[in-house]
């Protein structure tokens, strides 16, 4: 006869096996010198937060550096350093993309652009 809490507790343990297979976040500093100002922060942290295996991502324009919580079952310190080049600013040894920057309000260029002077 079938008994309907046998299949609950199967259920339980493929849940908590899948659970236990999902990689902890992994927290990394990427510095990124071209980050000046309050809208630069707006602008990585609003354009990381919707790729793929990232959880959290605070940008610290006074101390020109990101920090980014992700998930390496999803994505990797690469593929985040590119998205912040695609952004338009430098990313450790990732350098910007170039139509990005382009399109970056002046005050976020670098300071022989028109941008904030170096301090």
């Known amino acids: 006869m079938y008994r309907p809490y046998l299949l609950m507790i199967m259920l339980c343990i493929l849940s908590t096996g899948l659970i236990a297979q999902q990689k902890k ?3 990394s ?5 071209g980050l000046q100002c309050d809208d ?5 942290e609003d354009y990381l937060k919707f790729e793929d295996g990232i959880g959290k ?3 610290y324009p006074k ?3 990101v920090m980014v919580t992700y998930f390496t079952d999803r ?3 690469e593929n985040i350093k590119t ?3 695609n952004v338009g600013y430098d990313a450790d040894d ?5 139509d990005s920057y382009k399109r970056l309000p002046t005050k976020c260029k670098k300071a022989e652009d028109g941008g904030h002077p170096k301090n």
Do not use: D, G
Not at 40 to 44: E, F, G, I, N, S
Not at 94 to 98: G, K, P
């Open 25 to 27: 976040p992994v927290t």
């Open 29 to 33: 500093k990427i510095m990124t010198p």
């Open 40 to 44: 630069c922060k707006l602008r990585v």
């Open 57 to 59: 991502v605070v940008a």
């Open 63 to 65: 101390s020109r550096y």
């Open 75 to 77: 994505t990797n310190l």
């Open 83 to 85: 998205a912040i080049a």
């Open 94 to 98: 990732v350098t910007a993309n170039e």
